[in-house]
DNA sequence: GGGATTCTATGACAATTGTCAGGTTTGAAA
DNA sequence: TTTCAAACCTGACAATTGTCATAGAATCCC
């Protein structure tokens, strides 16, 4: 495993690659590296945040509370995305916890390190902020899918998402397994209404399953689903 | 009314207050100040922006549109926004609609001086950064009253939100008058069932109408319906 | 002022989704 | 291996929400 940030990959996928060796260095010299199991929360929601965590391994979801009790799943995370920021930005206590779903390998960055580039270097600002951008035409994205699709076809759409961005496994399954209620959480509806769509696209040959584990087995009709045929 | 940016108040309220005298000096020798109607837009879905837009009076609605056709307003901008900076800064078409609710007075700021402040100025960067921030922390809210909350808590959500953001007129009526095809597509429902549920309202004494107009009577009420009592 | 058009309103019904109340399976720990 | 809790699944039913049809009210424009 590389300690230095310098030589760190995932720097290239996110906006630390915006920084100068020197801060390189300085973030390098004061970051810890922690191991987080599934299961386990990176942070959780209302948490005043002292840095921020850059993903090396691992899947994190990004949840908030509602009223009623049920989380929802905003943003699911991987390798080389940056958690935490926003709170950081924004100075405030974070919106959304963040729990692994998988074992995480992380880099805990302090906020100084952030705080401080983010004040000196345009560069880095500018490309933080072109990330921050990104999200939030996702999470319009998200407003739209939500409030405008039925929960078939959110969850459709959901495993194809999960196709594209984790992939599957040598069996054809999807390779980030979510359990029945964490998919509920990330179409916004009832875990019993999630297992049953799911068992109904089984019916239908759209996708086949093993335990957990989801393949798709037809994503040409998914597509059509999500479209509204 | 005021025609120099140096001068003008409606600065204050965002980013632009973050830029150096010279710097407001080109934004304002550049700027083209326009009147936009009611119901006109001020740039559609897809479109390339070739600057932001910074409100100076009036309210816009920034929607998209779904794959079924219905409209999702994503946001309501007032005085002091500026409109398109996403689209700018991440160098894309942009996401949304951007149609005026109410006339609108807003000034055309051309990129260029948006995009070299953004480079050279690590301040204004980073105050664009915190209202992206605050953006991205809204839009997140969004998606949990969303997919957490019913039609009718919906709604009532939206009266306050307008009465807390728009305030009320003289009669006690809602300031910002929205027709109910526009209130339906706030809170991501059918036109029909946001006008039965106002009528349900109404007819419980929690709101009053007169034509479009709609005032809160029972704010309490409201707010614990929001909370799901 | 009259006619056309758009917006608001309501009823009837169907489809979707949530809730509750059981079962069964799975998987991890003892 | 057994055991137990958690996760998954299904049925029955109720509540919510969407759709279609229609009619009245408001508004715009000539």
């Known amino acids: 495993m590389e300690s230095r940030c310098e030589n760190c990959i995932i720097r290239q996928f996110n906006s630390l690659r915006a920084m100068s060796k020197e801060e390189l260095k300085h ?34 979801k990004l949840s908030k509370l509602s009223a009623n009790g049920k989380d929802q799943i905003v943003k699911l995370a991987t390798k080389g995305e940056v958690l935490g920021q926003r709170s950081v930005i924004a100075e405030e206590s974070t919106n959304l916890s963040a729990i692994a779903v998988q074992d995480m390998e992380v880099c805990f960055i302090p906020k100084e390190s952030i705080t401080n580039t983010l004040q000196k270097n345009p560069n880095f600002t500018l490309e933080v902020l072109r990330h921050m951008a990104h999200d939030l035409k996702e999470a319009d994205d998200v407003i739209v899918n939500i409030s405008q699709k039925t929960v078939k076809q959110r969850i459709a759409e959901a495993f194809l998402y999960l196709k594209n961005n984790f992939g599957e496994d040598e069996q054809g399954f999807l390779a980030l397994t979510l359990s029945r209620e964490d998919i509920s959480n990330v179409v916004g509806t009832a875990t019993e209404s999630a297992i049953r769509i799911i068992s109904e696209f089984k019916k239908k040959g759209l996708i086949h399953t093993s335990g957990k584990k989801i ?9 059509e689903m999500v479209d509204g045929f």
Chains 1, 2 share one sequence.
Do not use: H, P, Q, W
Request: with cysteine; charged share 35%; aromatic share 4%.
């Open 215 to 223: 393949g798709i087995k037809d994503e040409r009709k998914l597509m």
């Open 27 to 60: 973030v390098s010299d004061s970051k810890i590296t922690k191991t987080i199991k599934k299961g386990e929360a990176l942070f959780e929601e209302g948490d005043k945040l002292n840095g921020v965590y850059c993903v090396r391994n691992g899947i994190s």
